[in-house]
Every structure is written in structure tokens, then in C-alpha cells.
């Protein structure tokens, strides 16, 4: 051969280029969400361009696509469970789980109660099961059917269970985010929640204050308590309300707090919503099945006219189905795809390295720890990454600073478990919208400990509130023995 084939050489991408695929991300879901439309061709886009750059770096197509297929693996499971939820949804309409637990707590919860109780219910639960997803899937279910029979706001509502529900992921010994922050500072893990409770617990004041207050400015006038009436007897006319039927419900809770996984969780109780359908409502197991499919309807699950029924009964019993979150799935994979890219050639680094490179001070610190667990969190949807590169980035310049890991793990797994409720392309901001059916941006300005953390993190910095080189208002000695 008079050539040979020339073998490109790798390299880090320019800063320009590795901001620009942030930029162009970003540009392009702004102009989808001002348009009301999907922001998946935007994420198709950005992922191309991502492309554009990794290969004027050096990179192939066989480069980038390996480790991508490598991520795809992981990213299965959250495709299934996605799916798993719709099905849930429609089974738990199918058995008449969420239509009773409706029934008997529609004329007992006061609507101007109701965006309060959905973030201190969430949160409780979330604090005794440690986990965010189980709590959102049954009690955060259960609060925003409540809440839809009552005419509540629904954005107000599923930003209230967008909150509550992620408290434990910071508070609760049994959540993996409060172990695995504990494991990053190397101190035990209720050493760990005291320490981030410096912000927790100023946040879960402030939101139980302002949720209150929203409940009471639209509780009342929305919350029109005849409505209530009517759609207790709808539900009385299509459903058997026999307690029991509550029963696969139960055991949700049952198998979350035993911790099993989700998958058996959900498939289980799906089946055994079928089952409970087919003996309390008289469905036939046809419609069952394609209920957990399409979802329920009254007129083709229940074989019931719609004529007659309220639109507010109508809308909160024909949803869910495996195909109502095949769209949330699939952003789920491209933002996985997108996210690996920026990964693999390293642009990450690239924008931490030039923009926090000459950071110094306690506020600046706590703010760029803050601010890249952001970045790397809607690159990754992984809150224990958006953890570990900070302190590796940032752990010498906290000490010299007079800080310690615990300041810096703190602020950087506050803010980043967090995040993962406000950022419309990550998978726990997916699964919130799909039970909610309410989009991630339209309940942002309520979920105020998705966002709340963050701030009580820049704030108490400025004062020194929390930090070894601050005021420590009570003593934060790990009983973890250090071998």
C-alpha cells in the first residue's frame, strides 16, 4: 500500500467545544418547551453534535459507541421499571386500589390540607422506607389522585411529592445516598445526616411553611368539596369498595420496605391488581392485560359509557399503560447516550478544569461543588458521581480553606440527589412526570426541596452555618472506626 492508514490521535476538546454541547443541549430544550413539544428530537440533535466534536478530537465511531452500549446496559433496568410504572398505574385503577383509597379519604382530607399532607406524607415515608421511587410510586400515586378529585393544582401537588419524597435520600439511615455520602467523608452514617441536616432541615421548615400557605390560597376555592361528593359516588358506581381492595397497595409498601427490588415489586402487584379486578369489579383478564398495556379506561377496561361521568372522574381513572411512558423511556436512553459522550472525551473535565481550576473561599468552594454535582448530574443522572468528582476536584482546596470532606460531600450529595427532581432529562425527574402526568418544569417552582437544598448550601456558606472553619452548633464526631 503507498499509504497507510493514519491512526488519530486523541485529544481533550477546546474549551469552546465542550461548552458548546452544554449550550446547544440547553438552547435547543428551552425552544422545545416554550413550543410545547417533545424534547426529545432536541436531545437527538445535541446528541449529533456531540458527535461533530468527538470525532474533530479524534474519536471513531466505534470510540464512542462502545462505551455508550457498555452504559445501555444499566440504563435497561430504568427502561423497564419506566414501563413497569405505567402498568402499575393502570392495574391499580384496574383493581380499584387508588379509586377506593380515594373513596374513603376524599371527604376527609380538607383540600386546603391537601399540598401540605402530599409533601409531609411523602416525606415520613421516604424517611422510614429510604427510598424516593417506592415513596413516589404509592403515596406520592395516591396524594395526586386525591388531589385531581379535589381540583387541587396538580403542579403545586407534584412538586410537594417531588419533595417529600427525596427528603430521605438525606435524612434516612436506610437510604443508599446517606451511606454512600458517609462512605465519600469517610465518617458513619448518621455522622453524615447530621451534618447535611444543616440543610435539610431549614428546607423541610420553609417548605412545609410555604406549602401551607398554597394550600390555603387554593385549597378552598379550588377544591370544591360538592365535586368531592360527586366523585365519591362515581366511584361507589363503577368500583366495588370493599376495603380489601387496598390490599395490593399494601403490598407495595410491604415488599419496598423489605427492600426487594423494584422490578419484582411492580410486576407483582400489577399481576395481582389483574387478579384483584377479576374478582371485585367483575373485569374479565383480556382487558386486564390490555389495561396494564394501553392503560385503564372506564368505557374499554370497565365496558362502562362514559357518558354521564364527570370530567374529573373520567381523567383521574383513564391513565397509565406501558405505552403512556414509552416517550419518558426513551429520553431516559438518549440522555444516557448524550451524557456518555461528554463522558468519554472527557469535556467534562474540561469545563470543571477551566472554570474551577482558580476557585478559592468557603462560598466559592461550596458554590462550584454545588454547581458541577449540577452539571454532572444532567450529564449522568447519577447523584454518587455528581459526589465523587467534586471531592476529587475540590477536597485539597477545601482543607487548605479550613474545611473538611464532610463539608465538601455535604453540599456537592445535597444538591445533586436533588437535581435529579428538577432536570427534565433525568431518569427520577422522568418517573415523577409520568406519575404525575405533570412535566418536570411545571411543578419546578414547587418543588422546593429539589432547589431548596442548593441554596441552603450558597446561604449557610456565606455565614459559615455548618462548616469546621464556620459554626458547627452541634459536634460531628464519626463513631466509624478508621482501620
Not at 436506610?174 to 452514617?189: E, I
Not at 470543571?352 to 454535582?373: C, I, N, P, W
Not at 465538601?408 to 445535597?414: E, G, K
Amino acid at each position: 500500500m503507498s499509504k497507510e492508514k493514519k491512526i488519530r490521535e486523541k485529544k481533550k476538546p477546546l474549551f469552546i467545544e465542550a461548552i458548546s454541547m452544554i449550550v446547544v443541549l440547553l438552547a435547543l430544550v428551552i425552544y422545545s418547551v416554550k413550543l410545547d413539544i417533545s424534547i426529545i428530537p432536541a436531545m437527538m440533535i445535541a446528541i449529533v453534535w456531540s458527535m461533530v466534536v468527538a470525532y474533530r478530537c479524534g474519536y471513531g465511531w466505534n470510540d464512542i459507541m462502545a462505551p455508550v452500549y457498555e452504559r445501555e446496559k444499566g440504563v435497561v433496568e430504568v427502561f423497564f421499571i419506566i414501563l413497569l410504572i405505567g402498568a402499575f398505574i393502570s392495574t391499580m385503577m384496574f383493581s380499584g386500589t387508588i379509586p377506593v383509597i380515594i373513596y374513603y379519604l376524599i371527604n376527609v382530607i380538607s383540600p386546603s390540607l391537601m399540598i401540605v399532607l402530599s409533601f409531609l406524607l411523602t416525606a415520613i415515608v421516604s424517611v422510614i422506607i429510604g427510598t424516593s421511587w417506592g415513596t413516589a410510586g404509592t403515596v406520592g400515586v395516591i396524594m395526586l389522585a386525591i388531589a385531581q378529585s379535589m381540583g387541587v393544582p396538580l403542579p403545586i401537588v407534584a412538586g410537594a411529592v417531588a419533595s417529600g419524597s427525596h427528603v430521605g435520600q438525606l435524612c434516612s439511615p436506610m437510604a443508599d445516598t446517606s451511606n454512600v455520602a458517609a462512605s465519600f467523608a469517610d465518617v458513619d452514617t448518621m455522622t453524615m445526616i447530621k451534618r447535611m441536616a444543616y440543610y435539610t432541615l431549614p428546607v423541610i421548615g420553609i417548605a412545609t411553611v410555604l406549602y401551607a400557605v398554597l394550600g390555603f390560597m387554593n385549597g378552598s376555592g379550588s377544591g370544591d368539596m360538592a365535586s368531592a361528593q360527586l366523585i365519591h359516588q362515581e366511584i361507589g358506581s363503577v368500583f366495588n369498595t370493599n376495603v380489601l381492595v387496598i390490599l395490593p397497595m399494601v403490598l407495595v409498601f410491604i415488599l419496598t420496605f423489605m427492600k426487594k427490588p423494584i422490578v419484582m415489586t411492580l410486576g407483582i402487584t400489577s399481576l395481582l391488581g389483574i387478579v384483584f379486578g377479576m374478582i371485585f369489579n367483575g373485569f374479565s383478564f383480556g382487558e386486564g392485560l390490555n389495561a396494564l398495556y394501553s392503560g385503564f379506561t372506564v368505557a374499554g377496561s370497565a365496558g362502562i359509557a362514559e357518558e354521564g361521568f364527570s370530567d374529573i372522574f373520567l381523567n383521574l381513572c383513564n391513565r397509565g399503560g406501558a405505552t403512556s411512558m414509552v416517550s419518558p423511556a426513551i429520553i431516559v436512553i438518549v440522555a444516557s447516550m448524550y451524557g456518555t459522550i461528554l463522558m468519554e472525551i472527557k469535556a467534562l473535565d474540561v469545563i470543571a478544569e477551566t472554570v474551577f481550576s482558580k476557585v478559592k473561599s468557603r462560598v466559592l468552594l461550596s458554590t462550584s461543588a454545588v454547581v458541577l454535582a449540577g452539571l454532572i448530574v444532567s450529564l449522568t443522572s447519577s447523584s454518587f458521581l455528581a459526589g465523587m468528582m467534586p471531592k476529587d476536584l475540590f477536597l485539597k482546596k477545601f482543607e487548605e480553606e479550613g474545611m473538611d470532606s464532610m463539608d465538601l460531600v455535604s453540599a456537592a450529595l445535597s444538591a445533586s440527589t436533588q437535581y435529579l427532581t428538577c432536570i427534565p432529562w433525568c431518569d427520577t425527574a422522568i418517573f415523577l412526570a409520568g406519575i404525575s402526568g405533570v412535566s418536570t418544569l411545571a411543578a419546578l417552582p414547587y418543588n422546593f426541596f429539589g432547589w431548596g437544598c442548593s441554596a441552603m448550601v450558597i446561604i449557610l456558606s456565606i455565614f459559615g452555618i455548618g462548616y469546621k472553619n464556620g459554626t458547627r452548633m452541634f459536634k460531628l464526631e464519626s463513631q466509624k472506626v478508621i482501620e
